[in-house]
């Protein structure tokens, strides 16, 4: 008797999403049924759509399954993908949806990494949108915020919104699992316009540099030509006493990231509101990241209703020399990118070091200086970027240069 | 049933529920003539000197007002999904052995749904009503024995009073009212707000029933509702359930995308300019009209604007911003929540209005012409902003109109939709049912970017540089039809009215047909 592999969790029902059962048979035709709440409007079109991708697939026997509420088309492609491949585990076929040519907005090692938003990679319905609300990265998770169950189901899902959705200004994150289940998310993703990766619970500098060859690997095969950044999360004790063999390890890396549910599991403390718990480590981190060149970047604040709590929590970040921190409700991004912008004097004081500067570059003098004090070039370029800080934050207008005096 | 096309090309059937109807001419097209309909006269020799109306049962108030086959019972809907009168009116015609009655009321929630099986039974034949949810898909699917007309709030006025709609009797649930008929819905246990959705009841109807579960002696202030209309007063246990006056339509959202459009609608409406001192706006129920107020509240406090009155459906985020200053009055409607209920008893800021006063298309003008922005829902968009509130895209019949159509009369009127809904575009390019004509439809804002209406310069020039994401709507459905894969197909609907749609003159602009079952 064949045994039935379904992608999606029934009885969940959840809008915007379907799940997807398969039952292989050996001969006898394909059955396909469709029950959806969008029947009378799309019932044709997912048909063929079932039928197409099990083409794809080369299954030409068996019963699909499809309960319907409302899922985009990549969803139930990848979801039929997933239920099919759960029966046929060593299937090679893939079934992918074309690529849409969105603009492209490039990546770069110190772009800002103010807010990354969390979208599990099971909630398509939060994937659609995500690019609106103005974070700088958004993260399409793999890991905790995936059941076991639905691990395949994710992969496949993140795949195919990575081909087919537009997320605007965006840095588009993956954040994959540990081990063998991240290999293989790492083959389904980096063929595609993924930017970074997140590399959970990173422990020592031979994990990383593993990831970081797999990546060469699958991009030389795939003939992917922009780079892949790797941002690893440091979230135990020994992650955070390695915290800079971590950060030195790969040259792909631009920013260490901490996490702290299980980074005080680990230390069998509570997580506080103060976190004096973590002082240490948020602090060796930001050391290592910055003794590597790298950006530092926070946890994530988790109760999404207490406005006031995170803000504070992203001032504090920033106090402690934090370039960023997680988000997991579209609603946290802009009190993040608030807590991370400059304060007025520090604009001010910038915005006089840096037109010292373009002053001197003016004159052909090779010494900035501002009244009797000389400025060393690591303290304008760090001016410069608090500058474009108060622009993103909307302190400043673009072109404050031309307005001056 | 014959149909014929109108005016803006909709197929319309020329008599419905044996009645003669007039084709749609156009938004201020069509002239009325002749004189208002009146109820007949009546003396004080007939009635309780001592002004005691009270009878002991629905039931007997029913026989007593010579309820008969084949007539007309009219009701209110303040208490939206909390009414608890008329399903208990409807058992009680049902055991007198009545048929064929008409029930005229301004709204069907699905609290009503067990007055389904007196449709089955030929208790009442149709309903002339919004129908929302349970009723409205009976109706769809070709199940009740008359046709459903729907019409708007100020078209339910314009109705009555031009005689289109002979109520025989209504009966008006009373949160206090006294022995003699006078009654508020501001005060009592049941506390609802106001009743103006049940005055052209107790003005026009041949017999009016009070019903209350808060008697107190004679007189009861303020009368929202005047004795002197009234026949008969009943006192029950409870006439209706406040606490379910705040249902679905009318809760916040927490839905980021709707919540990021309700904030793009009120930087729209700050852009353009009006926004401004001594404006005023309405935002109807649904999640995102309700995020769109609080928004704006946030921008009037920035901006130190003050508005000269916002038109209700009250909630408590307006009642907070007629308690800080942010606006002189509330002109409001209908309450739908119970800080909009206490504010309307203690604020004499917070005014109750009636349909005449804010929406009869048939009088001498009236409050929603002079509202300075209006934010309303709907189902479906077409690429002409032609608008639909009543069907779904696969043609089921779920909302009723309820002021939509008479807001349309606003200075500027802005949808905020999201662009599609699960797999659903919401601009499509034909309606499903068309309820609201293009050219009062200002614009279209979504989660992909802002439409407006090229009819609409002044819009146009007035945002050009505000660094809003404004393109054309085309350009909107494009990109969702590229991500839900294509339009959807044509849902089959049989060539069969099920419904039709009037519009606020009491002319037909659409008919809803009946769908297939599945």
Redesign the interface.
């Known amino acids: 008797m064949s045994k039935t592999s379904i992608s999606g969790i029934p009885a969940t029902r959840l809008r915007s999403d379907c799940v997807v059962a398969y039952t292989p048979a050996t001969g006898g035709a394909l059955k396909i049924t469709v029950r959806s709440k969008v029947l009378a409007l799309y019932g044709e079109a997912i048909r063929q759509q079932a039928a197409a991708t099990l083409a794809d697939l080369e299954i030409a026997s068996g019963h699909l399954e499809i309960d319907d509420f409302g899922a985009l088309p990549f969803v139930l492609q990848a979801r039929i993908e997933a239920a099919v491949k759960g029966a046929y585990p060593d299937l090679q076929a893939v079934s992918l949806p074309p690529r849409t040519d969105h603009k492209r907005v490039k990546s770069s090692r110190d772009r800002f990494r103010r807010s990354r938003l969390y979208i599990p990679g099971v909630q398509p319905k939060m994937m659609v949108n995500a690019a609106l609300h103005g974070a700088d990265g958004i993260i399409l998770d793999l890991e905790d915020s995936v059941a076991p169950a639905e691990k395949l189901s994710a992969r496949l899902i993140v795949r195919n919104a990575l081909r087919v959705l537009d997320f605007g200004a965006s840095e588009r994150m993956v954040r994959i699992n540990q081990g063998a289940r991240g290999r293989r998310d790492l083959e389904a993703i980096i063929p595609e316009p993924v930017q970074l990766i997140l590399a959970p619970k990173v422990e020592s500098a031979e994990e990383l540099r593993a990831i970081d060859q797999l990546i060469s690997d699958i991009s030389q095969a795939a003939g992917r030509k922009e780079p892949v950044y790797l941002m690893p999360i440091l979230e135990s004790a020994l992650g955070i006493t390695r915290a800079v063999e971590i950060a030195a390890a790969s040259p792909s890396n631009v920013a260490l990231a901490i996490g702290l549910e299980d980074y005080t599991a680990d230390l069998g403390v509570q997580r506080t509101e103060e976190g004096r718990e973590s002082f240490y480590a948020r602090s060796v981190l930001v050391n290592a990241a910055r003794a590597a060149g790298l950006q530092a970047i926070g946890t994530v604040y988790s109760d999404v209703d207490n406005e006031a709590g995170l803000a504070a929590a992203a001032r504090e970040a920033r106090s402690l020399g934090y370039d960023g921190m997680g988000a997991i409700h579209p609603r946290q991004v802009g009190i993040i990118h608030a807590g991370f912008a400059p304060d007025a004097g520090e604009v001010e004081k910038a915005q006089e070091i840096v037109r010292a500067f373009q002053a001197a570059e003016e004159q052909g003098l090779g010494v900035v200086a501002l009244g009797s004090k000389m400025i060393d070039p690591p303290v304008v370029k760090r001016a410069q970027r608090t500058v474009d800080l108060a622009v993103a934050a909307g302190l400043l207008k673009r072109g404050w240069k031309g307005k001056a005096k | 049933m014959k149909l014929t096309k109108n005016t803006a090309g909709r197929r319309v059937p020329d008599i419905v529920n044996g009645v003669a109807q007039t084709p749609y001419k156009g938004a201020g097209k069509f002239a009325p003539t002749g004189t208002k309909a009146a109820p007949p006269i009546r003396a004080a020799q007939d009635y309780p000197a001592d002004g005691d109306k009270r009878v002991p049962s629905i039931k007997e108030a029913l026989e007593r007002a010579g309820l008969a086959d084949g007539m007309t019972i009219s009701s209110h809907h303040h208490f939206r999904n909390g009414d608890l009168l008329m399903v208990p009116v409807f058992d009680a015609a049902a055991q007198l052995g009545l048929k064929n009655l008409r029930w005229f009321p301004s709204a069907a929630f699905p609290c009503h749904e067990p007055i389904i099986k007196h449709m089955e039974s030929g208790v009442i034949s149709h309903i002339e009503g919004s129908l929302n949810g349970p009723l409205g898909r009976f109706a769809s699917e070709g199940r009740m024995n008359g046709t459903a007309v729907l019409r708007s709030h100020g078209g339910r006025w314009q109705a009555v009073q031009d005689g289109e709609v002979h109520i025989d009797l209504a009966l008006l649930a009373a949160p206090t009212a006294d022995p003699f008929g006078n009654a508020t819905g501001d005060r009592g246990p049941s506390a609802c707000g106001l009743l103006g959705f049940g005055l052209v009841d107790s003005l026009y109807a041949d017999r009016s029933i009070v019903v209350t579960d808060d008697l107190v002696p004679f007189p009861c202030v303020p009368w929202q509702i005047m004795g002197q209309n009234i026949d008969y007063v009943v006192e029950v246990d409870q006439v209706g359930d406040p606490s379910k006056i705040v249902s679905g339509s009318t809760r916040l959202t927490r839905s ?2 709707r ?2 459009i309700a904030e793009l609608t009120a930087k729209f409406v700050r852009a353009a300019g009006i926004m401004r001192d001594g404006f005023s706006f309405q935002a109807g129920a649904g999640g995102t009209a309700l995020a769109f107020a609080i928004y704006l509240r946030e921008m009037m406090q920035e901006a130190g604007v003050k508005a000269r009155f916002i038109r209700g459906g009250s909630t408590k985020y307006l009642v907070e911003m007629l308690e800080e200053g942010l606006t002189d009055f509330i002109l409001d409607g209908q309450t739908f929540d119970l800080e909009g209920v206490r504010s309307m008893r203690e604020n004499p800021g917070h005014i109750d209005t009636s349909p005449f006063t804010s929406y009869n298309w048939h009088g001498k003008g009236n409050f929603a012409s002079m509202v300075d922005v209006v934010v309303l829902g709907a189902t479906e968009v077409d690429l002409n902003f032609n608008a639909n509130v009543v069907t779904h ?3 089921v019949m779920l909302h009723g109109i309820g002021g939509w159509q008479n807001c349309l009369a606003s200075a500027c009127t802005i949808l905020p939709i999201p662009s599609f ?4 575009p919401i601009i499509v390019d034909e309606v499903t049912t068309l309820c609201g004509p293009g050219e009062l439809i200002d614009v279209v804002v979504t ?1 992909r970017g802002i439409a407006i209406n090229p009819l609409r310069e002044d819009l146009i020039q007035a945002t050009r540089r505000s660094g809003l994401p404004i393109k054309p709507l085309a350009q909107i459905k494009a990109e969702v039809e ?5 339009p ?2 044509k ?2 609907l049989a060539d069969e009215v099920i419904g039709i749609v009037k519009w606020v003159d009491g002319t037909v602009l659409d008919s809803v047909f009946k ?1 297939e079952a ?1």
């Open positions: 980021p995308d919540l990021y895209s696969d043609g809904r699960d797999r659903i989660e590229a991500l839900v894969g294509g959807p197909q849902p089959a769908i599945n």
